[in-house]
């Protein structure tokens, strides 16, 4: 099992949704690169993104943002940040756009 995740200050609403083209190219990269060790005979069984929600980090606090989805820190309401929408539409099809 592998997991990994990234950090960005990326908590800005624009039309109702967190845009964070710089979360999805990381996610592509690594999933990438993922796939072609699978290809080249690693042995990966699980994979998992790191993390769903926004959350404290210990090297961070509230200053970057981990999630794929954003967590308002007064209100509690949570928004699926367009990498959210990307990694729902990679796993219903199964298919790593370039």
Known sequence: MTENGCAYDDD??????????????????????LH????RGADVRAYLLWT?????????GYTKAFGL???DRETLARTPK???HWYAALARTR???S
Do not use: K
Request: a negative charge; zero cysteines; aromatic letters at 12%.
């Open 82 to 84: 367009a990498s959210a």
């Open 69 to 71: 989805v954003h967590v």
């Open 12 to 33: 800005v609403l624009v039309d109702g949704v967190v845009q964070d083209p710089e979360r999805i190219t990381y996610l592509r990269e690594h999933l990438s690169g």
């Open 95 to 97: 298919v790593l756009e």
């Open 52 to 60: 769903f929600l926004d959350n404290f980090e210990w090297a961070y």
């Open 36 to 39: 072609e060790a699978i290809e």
